[in-house]
């Protein structure tokens, strides 16, 4: 009985924090060349980052980090607040590991021309977040972004442990 409680409460924590899934829709004519961060919301470590390129048009759905192809084809992950953090390729068992234990924390994105691959630049930094479920994490981020190219809204809906990154035409 007492094992069963155990793995119960191990089961259940493990499934509180989560990382969720992270679900982008570009709704704007422009690629987008993206930093995305996940981060524990209590010590903001472990935290996981990478950088992708995601077409115009386009919505998807990234479940885990495993799951980020063909979006992303690697993960640095930082365990402590000194040292250089390790690089992974996807799948790969630290990142399935770490997944459990973040939460999707941040988008960083710049608009791109698809055709020429050059950079749109916009009136704004759209830097993509929830500051309030990592306060101490020390990243600048806003829920709402708009500009005069795109406008962008990160929210996350806990019942459905979704993070939504939405970007439209401005």
């Given at each position: 009985?007492?094992?069963?409680?155990?793995?119960?409460?191990?089961?259940?924590?493990?499934?509180?924090?989560?990382?969720?899934?992270?679900?982008?829709?570009?709704?704007?004519?422009?690629?987008?060349?993206?930093?995305?961060?996940?981060?524990?919301?209590?010590?903001?470590?472990?935290?996981?980052?990478?950088?992708?390129?995601?077409?115009?048009?386009?919505?998807?759905?990234?479940?885990?980090?495993?799951?980020?192809?063909?979006?992303?084809?690697?993960?640095?992950?930082?365990?402590?607040?000194?040292?250089?953090?390790?690089?992974?390729?996807?799948?790969?068992?630290?990142?399935?590991?770490?997944?459990?234990?973040?939460?999707?924390?941040?988008c960083w994105y710049?608009?791109?021309?698809?055709?020429?691959?050059?950079?749109?630049?916009?009136?704004?930094?759209?830097?993509?977040?929830?500051?309030?479920?990592?306060?101490?994490?020390?990243?600048?981020?806003?829920?709402?972004?708009?500009?005069?190219?795109?406008?962008?809204?990160?929210?996350y809906i806990p019942?459905?442990?979704?993070?939504?990154?939405?970007?439209?035409?401005?």
């Amino acid at each position: 009985m007492k094992k069963t409680l155990i793995i119960s409460s191990i089961l259940l924590s493990s499934m509180a924090f989560a990382q969720g899934s992270l679900n982008i829709f570009n709704n704007s004519s422009y690629d987008l060349a993206m930093r995305v961060e996940a981060g524990n919301t209590a010590n903001c470590l472990p935290s996981v980052i990478t950088s992708m390129n995601f077409p115009a048009l386009t919505s998807d759905v990234i479940n885990n980090f495993n799951d980020s192809l063909p979006y992303a084809t690697g993960w640095s992950v930082r365990l402590s607040p000194t040292g250089s953090p390790t690089n992974v390729t996807v799948p790969s068992g630290l990142l399935t590991t770490v997944s459990s234990l973040t939460r999707w924390q941040f988008c960083w994105y710049q608009t791109m021309d698809p055709v020429t691959g050059n950079t749109v630049y916009d009136t704004v930094d759209f830097n993509m977040g929830d500051p309030s479920a990592f306060p101490n994490c020390g990243w600048s981020s806003s829920p709402t972004v708009i500009g005069t190219v795109t406008q962008a809204f990160w929210f996350y809906i806990p019942s459905a442990n979704a993070t939504y990154l939405v970007i439209d035409p401005a």
